[in-house]
Every structure is written in C-alpha cells, then in structure tokens.
C-alpha cells in the first residue's frame, strides 16, 4: 500500500532504530512495526510532530510531500512558518471533506472536527463562502 511506504519512511526518519524492524524478515517484529498506520499512531504522530525538536523538518516533509498526509503536511508547514500552505492544505481538507467527488455524501463529522481542532488556522469568511455554496 501506497501510504505504508510513506509511513515507514517517516518513522526511519523519526526514529532510524526502526530500520532493522522494518527491514527484517521477521513477520512477528514487521507486524508489531505495522502499528503504526493505526488512527492512534497517526493521532501520536501528529503530536510528536507538533511539539518534538527530535527530527529534521524538512526531511520529514520531503518523505510525505507525495502523499495524502495533509494535515502532517500542515503541521510541518505550519513549523517551518510557511502560514499560506497551511492555510491551503486546510482549506483543501475542507472542500474535500463538504464537497467529495464520485458522488459521495459530504463528510460533515469529518470537517466539523477540522474547524475544531484547526480553525484558527481558516479565514471564517472563506469557510463561510464554502459552507454556502453547499
């Protein structure tokens, strides 16, 4: 799976420890390693991204860059002061979350929780304009 790579890429970068896990032969110790894509991880990944000094920025940027890790991108952004791309990624989010493509139905649980969480970060007018035009 595409994302896996992503993962396995940043937990090298985070904690190159984690190589000869990820590395090895050793289903048992692979499948431990494999944890990490569980929503908790993320959720820990996410705060260790927010408030750790212990892993290089842009690298770990540059090993997610291709990947749909937006608000792990926003947080890295957001670090390294770039304000306008965080503000793009989370505005990004919310278009995809209130307006999802091949016909699905809006995920409104999914962008309550990013105006929660992020909102600070969003031009009220802005998610306004989106939410109206819903």
């Known amino acids: 799976m595409k994302l896996t790579i992503y993962f396995d890429d940043v937990v090298i970068a985070i904690n190159p420890q984690k190589v000869e896990i990820l590395q090895s032969g050793n289903i048992e110790a692979k ?3 494999n944890t990490i894509f569980e ?4 959720e820990r990944l996410q705060i260790f991204l927010q408030s750790s000094d212990l892993y290089d920025l842009e ?3 540059d090993l997610i860059e291709g990947s749909e890790l937006w608000l792990e991108k926003a947080i890295l952004y957001r670090r390294l ?3 306008t791309l965080v503000l793009q990624i989370l505005a990004l989010l919310l278009e995809m979350y209130l307006d999802p493509q091949a016909g699905k139905d809006p ?3 999914a962008a309550v929780r990013l105006l929660h969480n992020h909102g600070e970060s969003l031009d ?3 998610v306004l ?3 109206n035009s819903q």
């Open 81 to 83: 002061g770039q304000e």
């Open 107 to 109: 995920m409104f649980t």
């Open 124 to 126: 009220p007018l802005q």
């Open 31 to 33: 499948a431990l390693a």
């Open 59 to 61: 690298e770990v940027l």
């Open 39 to 42: 929503t908790p991880i993320r």
């Open 129 to 131: 304009e989106v939410l």
